[in-house]
């Protein structure tokens, strides 16, 4: 059965935090780089929305479909984007990942790689999970990229599913990672890691083993 509890995750240079009020004041701030709570097609809080934003989060979080994190960048100790499992199917061994945008300043950075190193590791290697999906709006090409880029399948796009900030229906394009592709998947991103420059291999040790904190 999956273990849906708070836990802090760290390595590769960011420590994500369970997701609390504390870290409203730093996600209005990465929100505010690069305007981000412009794009329709994104969840992220506008100016003033951040506790609604957290309010929610946790309420996901108590109803047990949902893990939400503030990523923290460890070398400036800022708080630089969220991400969370969400559609959590504990029958299924099942989470999907998903709700993350980062700041301007670190998009196209070592982030994305090292975040979802975290997040798949802890998915696979201590939740045990079959399957980690993720989705993005069809019209989100930079997410579209990002994903790819990680080597999930694309799994197909789901017509008129979900709904847009002005409330406009979305097509949303599907991806999952099964847990027999993960060792290829993990070599792969810690070899880009390793190639532009982001070896932490201290920070490495830590995530492979699985030893994280609970909270």
Not at 68 to 74: D, G, L, N, Q
């Amino acid at each position: 059965m999956l273990d849906s509890r708070p836990v802090l995750l760290e390595g590769h240079g960011l420590r994500l935090e369970p997701l609390g009020f504390e870290h409203a004041e730093g996600l209005g701030a990465a929100a505010g780089d690069g305007a981000l709570f412009e794009l329709g097609f994104t969840t992220v809080p506008a100016p003033g929305e951040e506790r609604v934003y957290i309010e929610e989060a946790l309420r996901g979080l108590e109803s047990g479909h949902m893990l939400p994190w503030a990523v923290r960048e460890v070398a400036s100790g800022q708080i630089v984007g969220t991400t969370r499992y969400h559609d959590i199917v504990p029958n299924l061994d099942r989470v999907e990942i998903g709700y993350t945008w980062y700041a301007k300043r670190v998009q196209r950075t070592y982030v994305n790689t090292s975040c979802k190193l975290l997040l798949l590791a802890h998915a696979f290697d201590v939740l045990e999970c079959e399957v980690v999906g993720l989705r993005t709006d069809i019209l989100n090409t930079a997410s579209q990229r990002a994903i790819e880029a990680l080597g999930a399948n694309k799994d197909g796009v789901i017509r008129h599913y979900g709904l847009r900030r002005d409330g406009s229906a979305r097509d949303t394009v599907m991806y999952s990672i099964l847990r027999a592709e993960w060792p290829d998947m993990r070599k792969r991103l810690e070899d880009r890691r390793q190639a532009n420059g982001y070896s932490l291999p201290g920070r490495l040790a830590l995530a492979r083993t699985g030893q994280f904190r609970r909270v």
